[in-house]
C-alpha cells in the first residue's frame, strides 16, 4: 500500500450517474430556518461532495491542458465546509451586501473557487463554463477575476495580495458595523474567509497587512493557510523554514492548527468554531494538507502544483479515490447536498427584516447606509469643492489636497484613508475624525504605517467590499515603487482607490536622487485603466478630486507638489474632465502650442509670455491627464493640438511618452540629485529659458 492510500480513511462510493451538461437550475428546496449548524449528510454523499471538488478541479486542468490542480485536491475539505456548511452567501444574488466574504489568496487554483460556486448554485459558472477553463472570454479565467466572474470577490494571483485584501474587507466590515450597528439592531455582520498557501506568507505584502491585522484586532476575519509545503521549485524546507503560527501569534492573531486537513472535516468545523469565539483577534487556521491529495504518484510533489496530472494518474487518482464518474460528471445527490440557493435566499430575507427594523427606529442612519451601499453618489456632492482665484495664496497642491479632503468628507460619507506614516508631509488627515483603531472603528483616518505595499492592497479591498467606500492612500511618490503591484491591481479590478503621491519630482529638493521621482509618470501613464493626474494649481487639484471620486472603476493617482506654486487665471475643473485644455489662448491658429503639468505648468505659461511678446500666437496647454486626453474626439485634440503648431512640453519627470504630442520635450531623462530645488531646476535644464528657446526653434 502506498503511502498516500494509507492517509486515504474516504471508502470509495458510488450513486447513480446524473450527467449535466447545460446550466444547471437549483433544486426546489422546503424553506428551513437560516443556521451556520451542519446538518447531518450521509457520509457517502459527503465523500462525493468532496471528491466532486477535486475531480472537478482535475477535469477542468486536464482539458485545459494548464492550471493547478494540486490545491483544490488538498484544500476540497476546507472548501467543502465553508462553502456548503459556514458561509452566509446567496448564490441567486452575488452582490447581497451582509454576505460573507472570500478570498482565494492562492488565485493559482481557481478552478478550487470555480468548482465550488458551480457545486453552490452560482449562475455565472454552468458546467460548460468549468469546461472552457483558461479559454479567451471564458467565465473561468486562469486566476480568480472579480470583473469577469459574477460573484468572486478579488482578483488574485500576485500571492500575498489576496489575504491583505482580504484584510480590507475586513477592515470595511469593523467600520461599517461600528458606524451603523445599534445594540438591538446589527444590519452589518459577515465574516471574511481567506485561503492562502505557502507562497502567500513569504511574500512581504502579507506581513504588512496581517501586522495591521492583528493590529486593528479584526475579529471576523478567518484567513486558512494550506500548509502543503510545496512550492513551484520543491519541498519549502529549501527556503522557508520559519513557525508562520509563531509569527502570527506574536502579530496579535488566534491560532488553530488542524493537523489531517485531507480528511477530518470535523476538525476543521471546530477550527472555525472556536475561531469566531475570539472577537478581538483576526484568526489563522492552520491546515496541513497533501498538495495534490489522492494522486498515487504525484501528491506531495511540485509536479502537481502547476500542471495538469495526465491522463494515465487521472484515471489512477480516480481509481484511487473510488470516482467512478465520467469528467465533468457529478451525481444528482452531489448538487442536492450542496446547493444552498435555498439557504441563500433565506439569509438574504433574514436581513432585510432587520433592514426594515432598523430603517423604522433608525430612519436617519438608515438613509445614509442605504445610500452608501448603493455605491450612488450624494446628490451635490461636487459643490463642496472649493475654487480659487490668483488672487489666492500659491501653495504646494499637496496641500490643496488635503483642503479637498477636509471638504469632501463632511459629503462623502464613504471617504476614508491615510498615509503610510506621512501624514504631516502628505497631508491626508481629515480634521473631523479621529482614527481608525481597534477601539475606535468607526473613525475614518487609516494609519497604515511604514506599510505601502499592504497600504495599497488594503484600501483596494476596502474597495472592493463594494458598499460605497471610496479609500484613498498616500505616500511620497517615489514609493509608489514598494506598492506598484497593488496600484496595477486595482486598475485591474476595476476599483476607483485614490492613490495621493506628494513630492512629486525634482522639485522636492534636497532629498536627493533616492527621494525624487523620474520615470513614475511615464510609468504610471502607461498603465491601463489608471489615471495619472497631475495638477497645476488649487482649481485643477478640485478638478482632479472630482474625477477621482466620480470614477468608481478607474483608480487615479494624484502627482502632488511638495512646493508651492501660484493659482492662475486660466485653470478651470471643467478643462481637469477632457484631460489637457488651453489655460492660455491666442486668436485663430496657433503658431506654438506649450504645454506643461503640475509645478511646470506656471514655467510654461511665462514662457509663452515671452515667446508671445516676440510676435509669435501662443497657446498654453495644462496636460493635467494624458488618460483623460486620449479619450476626447479626434476633432477635440486636432484642434487643441493643431499639427501645423510647433509643440513643446515641459515637465520635471521622464520625457518617455511627450513625444506622442510633442516636437520638443525639457524634462530629466536622468536620475536626480541633492540640492535645492531651485539650483536642480537649472542644472537639469528645466528652464523657461529652455522652454522658450525650444519653442523658438
Not at 455605491?375 to 490643496?400: M, N
Request: hydrophobic share 40%.
Amino acid at each position: 500500500m502506498s503511502a498516500l492510500t494509507a492517509r486515504t480513511s474516504f471508502a470509495p462510493a458510488r450513486v447513480a450517474r446524473n450527467t449535466r451538461s447545460a446550466r444547471r437550475a437549483p433544486a426546489a428546496r422546503a424553506a428551513t430556518k437560516v443556521s451556520n449548524v451542519a446538518v447531518a449528510v450521509d457520509a457517502t454523499v459527503e465523500n462525493e461532495s468532496v471528491n466532486a471538488i477535486r475531480f472537478l478541479a482535475i477535469d477542468g486542468v486536464e482539458k485545459a491542458n494548464s492550471g493547478h490542480p494540486g490545491l483544490p485536491m488538498g484544500c476540497a475539505p476546507m472548501g467543502y465546509v465553508l462553502w456548503k456548511e459556514t458561509m452566509n452567501h446567496s448564490p441567486s444574488n452575488p452582490k447581497w451586501f451582509n454576505r460573507d466574504r472570500f478570498v482565494l489568496s492562492a488565485g493559482h487554483g481557481s478552478m478550487f473557487q470555480y468548482a465550488l460556486m458551480h457545486l453552490t448554485g452560482y449562475k455565472s459558472v454552468s458546467i460548460d463554463d468549468l469546461q472552457q477553463f483558461r479559454q479567451w472570454e471564458s467565465q473561468t479565467p486562469g486566476h480568480p477575476e472579480n470583473f469577469v466572474t459574477e460573484g468572486v470577490e478579488v482578483t488574485t494571483g500576485p500571492l500575498g495580495n489576496g489575504i491583505s485584501m482580504a484584510v480590507g474587507l475586513a477592515a470595511a466590515e469593523a467600520h461599517l458595523a461600528a458606524r451603523y450597528n445599534k445594540p438591538d439592531c446589527e444590519i452589518v455582520d459577515h465574516y471574511t474567509y481567506c485561503i492562502m498557501g505557502d507562497g502567500c506568507n513569504m511574500e512581504g505584502v502579507s506581513n504588512e497587512a496581517i501586522s495591521l491585522a492583528g493590529h486593528w484586532g479584526l475579529g471576523k476575519l478567518i484567513a486558512f493557510y494550506d500548509d502543503n509545503s510545496i512550492s513551484i521549485d520543491g519541498h519549502t524546507d529549501i527556503s522557508f523554514t520559519e513557525d508562520v503560527c509563531a509569527r502570527y501569534e506574536a502579530l496579535g492573531w488566534h491560532i488553530q492548527h488542524v493537523e489531517d486537513g485531507n480528511t477530518d472535516l470535523e476538525a476543521i468545523r471546530k477550527a472555525i468554531a472556536e475561531a469566531k469565539k475570539v472577537t478581538d483577534k483576526p484568526s489563522l487556521i492552520k491546515v496541513t494538507t497533501l498538495i495534490g491529495y489522492g494522486s498515487p504518484n504525484k501528491a506531495d510533489t511540485h509536479d502537481v502544483h502547476g500542471a495538469p496530472l495526465g491522463t494515465d494518474e487521472v484515471a489512477a487518482t480516480r481509481e484511487n479515490l473510488g470516482w467512478s464518474y465520467a469528467p465533468f460528471e457529478v451525481p444528482e445527490s452531489v448538487y442536492e447536498n450542496f446547493d444552498v440557493t435555498a439557504k441563500g435566499k433565506e439569509c438574504e430575507a433574514a436581513w432585510e427584516a432587520t433592514m426594515a427594523t432598523y430603517t423604522e427606529k433608525y430612519p436617519e442612519e438608515a438613509a445614509e447606509f442605504s445610500q452608501l451601499i448603493s455605491q450612488e453618489l450624494p446628490e451635490g456632492w461636487a459643490e463642496a469643492l472649493p475654487s480659487f482665484t490668483p488672487e489666492d495664496k500659491g501653495v504646494a497642491t499637496r496641500i490643496h489636497s488635503q483642503t479637498m479632503l477636509n471638504a469632501l468628507a463632511p459629503v462623502l460619507p464613504g471617504l476614508l484613508g491615510g498615509s503610510a506614516d506621512l501624514a504631516p508631509s502628505n497631508m491626508t488627515l481629515m480634521k473631523m475624525f479621529g482614527d481608525f483603531q481597534k477601539d475606535t472603528p468607526e473613525e475614518r483616518n487609516v494609519r497604515f504605517g511604514v506599510r505601502e505595499h499592504g497600504m495599497g492592497a488594503i484600501a483596494n479591498g476596502l474597495a472592493l467590499h463594494a458598499s460605497g467606500l471610496i479609500p484613498y492612500c498616500a505616500t511620497f511618490f517615489i514609493f509608489s515603487d514598494y506598492m506598484r503591484a497593488a496600484m496595477r491591481l486595482a486598475a485591474l479590478q476595476q476599483v476607483g482607490t485614490i492613490f495621493v503621491m506628494t513630492h512629486d519630482s525634482i522639485g522636492l529638493g534636497e532629498d536627493g536622487p533616492t527621494h525624487q521621482p523620474i520615470e513614475h509618470l511615464a510609468s504610471f501613464r502607461a498603465m491601463p485603466n489608471m489615471l495619472t493626474m497631475r495638477p497645476g494649481d488649487g482649481t485643477e487639484t478640485a478638478g482632479c478630486y472630482k474625477v477621482a471620486v466620480e470614477n468608481r472603476k478607474r483608480p487615479s493617482t494624484m502627482a502632488l507638489s511638495r512646493q508651492a506654486m501660484p493659482n492662475l487665471p486660466g485653470t478651470s475643473m471643467e478643462g481637469v474632465a477632457k484631460g489637457g485644455y488651453a489655460v492660455v489662448d491666442c486668436e485663430g491658429t496657433p503658431d506654438v502650442v506649450i504645454m506643461g503639468t503640475g509645478s511646470e505648468l506656471e514655467m510654461a505659461v511665462k514662457a509663452g509670455e515671452e515667446v508671445a511678446a516676440a510676435g509669435k500666437k501662443v497657446r498654453v496647454v495644462s496636460m493635467v491627464c494624458t488618460d483623460l486626453f486620449d479619450e476626447q474626439s479626434e476633432e477635440y485634440k486636432a484642434e487643441l493640438l493643431p499639427a501645423s503648431a510647433r509643440k513643446v512640453s515641459v515637465e520635471a519627470g521622464s520625457t518617455f511618452g511627450w513625444h506622442k504630442y510633442a516636437d520638443a520635450c525639457i524634462g530629466i531623462d536622468d536620475f536626480g540629485a541633492s540640492a535645492p530645488a531651485s539650483i536642480l531646476y537649472e542644472k537639469f535644464g528645466i528652464t523657461q529659458a529652455a522652454v522658450v528657446e525650444a519653442a523658438m526653434a
